[in-house]
Every structure is written in structure tokens, then in C-alpha cells.
């Protein structure tokens, strides 16, 4: 079992920058690709970014590339979502996930994370 727990969301407004954190408890951290998915009222859970056990290897989905960047430190169970440039689209509940993969994979599907938090909240005025 892995436990995760996402903090750093918010009210922004377009243009500007929120930084969400994930804590993970549980069975050793660098077992797992670690991820971001977000979803918008009305939508499907959708991948934001992911990275991979080793923290070498990052997906960024098309959205998001060029304003989100995705880390992780292994040293203290943490996986990190900055996100800048905000837009209204990108307001949503964002959860993080860990999955279970090979080294150097990162998770590109919804399907392929074992474990979820519980979400924080993000709200992008114009």
C-alpha cells in the first residue's frame, strides 16, 4: 500500500503560478513512476505528467508542455507539480498517483497508477 497526500492548490488567477506537492507513506517511493492526472467538472480524468522511478525520464501531455514541469525527490518520498502560465482550462481537481513500472517508464493512461490521493483543488479565474 501506498498512502499520498496532495497539497498546494488553490484560487489563481490566468497568468499566474501554483506549486502542488505530493507526499507518499507506505512501501519504498522509488518502487513506483509517480504521476499527475487532473478533472475538470463534467470531463474524464486526464494525465497531466508523470516521471519515472529513477526521476530521469518526464511526460508532459501536450496541454500543459511548456508551462508544468514535474519532479520528484526520492530522498524525501516528494513529487512536485509547478505549475506556471495558469489558464481558466486549467482548473480541475488534481490527484496524484503512483504506479508500479519499469525504471525508466513513465505512465501515459490513467489505467496504468495502482494508487491515488485524494485531489486538491485548482481554480484558474480570468
Known amino acids: 500500500q501506498v498512502q499520498l497526500v496532495e497539497s498546494g492548490g488553490g484560487l489563481v488567477q490566468a497568468g499566474g503560478s501554483l506549486r502542488l506537492s505530493c507526499a507518499a507513506s507506505?512501501?519504498?517511493?522509488?518502487?513506483?513512476?509517480m504521476g499527475w492526472l487532473r478533472q475538470a467538472p463534467g470531463k474524464e480524468r486526464e494525465p497531466v505528467a508523470s516521471?519515472?522511478?529513477?526521476?530521469?525520464?518526464?511526460f508532459h501531455a501536450n496541454s500543459v508542455k511548456g508551462r508544468f514541469t514535474i519532479s520528484r525527490d526520492n530522498a524525501k518520498n516528494m513529487v512536485y507539480l509547478q505549475m506556471n502560465n495558469l489558464k481558466p482550462d486549467d482548473t480541475a481537481v488534481y490527484s496524484c498517483?503512483?504506479?508500479?513500472?519499469?525504471?525508466?517508464?513513465?505512465?501515459?493512461?490513467?489505467?496504468?497508477?495502482?494508487?491515488w490521493g485524494q485531489g486538491t483543488q485548482v481554480t484558474v479565474s480570468s
Open positions: 507506505g512501501r519504498s517511493f522509488t518502487n513506483y513512476a
Open positions: 498517483a503512483a504506479g508500479t513500472a519499469e525504471p525508466w517508464r513513465t505512465p501515459t493512461t490513467r489505467d496504468e497508477y495502482d494508487y
Open positions: 516521471i519515472s522511478r529513477n526521476g530521469f525520464v518526464t
